[in-house]
């Protein structure tokens, strides 16, 4: 015979930090979770609008990242991946290219001097052909 089959819990505990469980994912309470949300005060402050330069800013520090940099030096480094570094890197390539006369001078001047950062990194990160 067949075991039953349970379902998974989850458990959000972003807001709050308390040990209660939520409700189960097969059997969600529409009270509950409005409740929740209207009598806990957000503990966490509120994230920035995503702008163009800060896309930009999020690529490239990914980038660096994959190169090797170590962004904040709480996190364990990340083994470098350069195939990967160069994708986003050639990503943004595009994004120069395909935005052309649509920027502002603040934005053109992030993607230009973010590109400039990333190629001359790689460049000495690259093994010789």
């Known amino acids: 015979m067949a075991e039953e089959e349970h379902g998974f819990v989850i458990r ?21 979770t409005s409740a929740t949300s209207s009598t ?37 480094s990340i083994p470098v991946n350069l195939p990967q570094a160069k994708e986003i890197i050639d990503l943004l390539s595009v994004l120069e290219d395909k935005t052309k006369g649509n920027l502002t001078a603040d934005e053109q001047t992030v993607l230009r001097d973010m590109l400039y950062a990333l190629r001359m990194k790689y460049v000495t990160l690259a093994p010789p052909k």
Not at 12 to 32: I, V
């Open 40 to 76: 806990e005060p957000s503990q966490t402050p509120p994230t920035p609008p995503v702008t163009f330069s800060s896309f930009i800013i999020s690529l490239g520090s990914s980038s660096l990242m994959l190169m090797g940099e170590q962004l904040d030096p709480q996190q364990p």
């Open 12 to 32: 959000d505990r972003r807001a709050s930090g308390a040990t209660e469980a939520a409700p189960t994912a097969s059997s969600p309470s529409k009270e509950a």
